[in-house]
């Protein structure tokens, strides 16, 4: 409305002034809520692998252990709230309240179901594949937010309705997925020099660290390959075994006393000799 009086169009500028400024206080609680929950060197809210390692899954810790949480985010993009597993689905099935078998059909065609639990209405299955999605979704918004900057989300039913289906882009349902967790060079070369170390008694070439070094880093960046295959009763996923510092050393403990014998005898030699010297002692 057009001011009528100055009177007018110094209250009328009052009020946009003052919602500007709530505007940039709630813009900034929220931020400052974005870098207590995740930000920073101590967050309270991380993402981390499940204790399988198979997938990342927002965590924080309670009574010193880490528990999963999901993060349901308001109509408005802005604010939010954590919830557990028993309150997400709940949470989100109360958004498909009259829309069940719609959700039911948005999760088998982006893989959170199987078709013989689309078939058979499965609520256990349903309430799965909704966990499933929740945490995709969670882990989203908080790389979104870490990784990019963002401050803004999509409610779940938008990022939901938003994802290509599955079996979309000429047919390519079922591609092998490729997992990468990337590890800094200098932890593996470490590991490669202890490896060394703990065998021969004595410092290598670093030629030779580097070579083992790049060797492991190759299958770092080369990552996990998974193939999925459905079958009509399940499905079959196969990994590639995943890069450990188990492997490393099983690996080096058998080539090192190959490729230095002579080194590796004597190194051998010495503990014997240190273990008998040990022995006297006693």
Do not use: H
């Not at 989100?92 to 013989?116: C, F, H, M, S, V």
């Not at 083992?212 to 960046?221: F, L, P, V, W």
Request: hydrophobic share 35%; net charge neutral.
């Amino acid at each position: 409305m057009v001011a009528s009086t100055p009177d007018q169009a110094r209250a009328q500028q009052a009020a946009k002034d003052k919602a500007n400024a709530n505007k940039a206080n709630a813009s900034r609680d929220q931020k400052n809520s974005l870098e207590t929950n995740f930000g920073g060197t101590q967050p309270k809210y991380f993402l981390d692998f499940d204790p399988y390692g198979r997938v990342r899954i927002l965590q924080t810790l309670i009574g010193g252990e880490p528990e999963q949480r999901f993060l349901i985010i308001n109509p408005n993009g802005v604010d939010y709230s954590f919830a557990n597993k028993t309150q997400v689905v709940k949470a989100i099935r109360g958004l498909y309240k009259n829309q069940k078998e719609a959700l039911r059909k948005q999760l088998l065609d982006l893989g959170y179901i199987t078709e013989r639990e689309f078939d058979t209405r499965s609520e256990t299955a349903l309430n799965s594949g909704v966990l499933s999605a929740a945490n995709e979704f969670t882990t989203e918004v908080v790389d979104a937010y870490t990784v990019e900057g963002t401050t803004k989300f999509p409610t779940f039913d938008k990022w939901l309705s938003g994802r290509p289906a599955a079996g979309d882009g000429d047919g390519k349902k079922n591609l092998p997925v490729r997992d990468i967790n990337l590890m800094d060079r200098d932890v593996v070369e470490a590991i490669v020099r202890d490896v060394y170390m703990s065998e021969l008694q004595k410092e290598v070439d670093p030629k030779i660290i580097k070579a083992k070094t790049d060797r492991y880093m190759e299958q770092i960046k080369k990552g996990t390959l998974t193939t999925i295959k459905e079958g009509s009763k399940e499905v079959t996923r196969t990994s590639t075994v995943p890069f450990s510092e188990s492997q490393v050393r099983a690996e080096l403990g058998e080539e090192i006393p190959k490729e230095n014998t002579v080194d590796y005898n004597r190194a051998q030699s010495l503990n014997f000799l240190t273990f008998l010297s040990g022995l006297e002692r006693k």
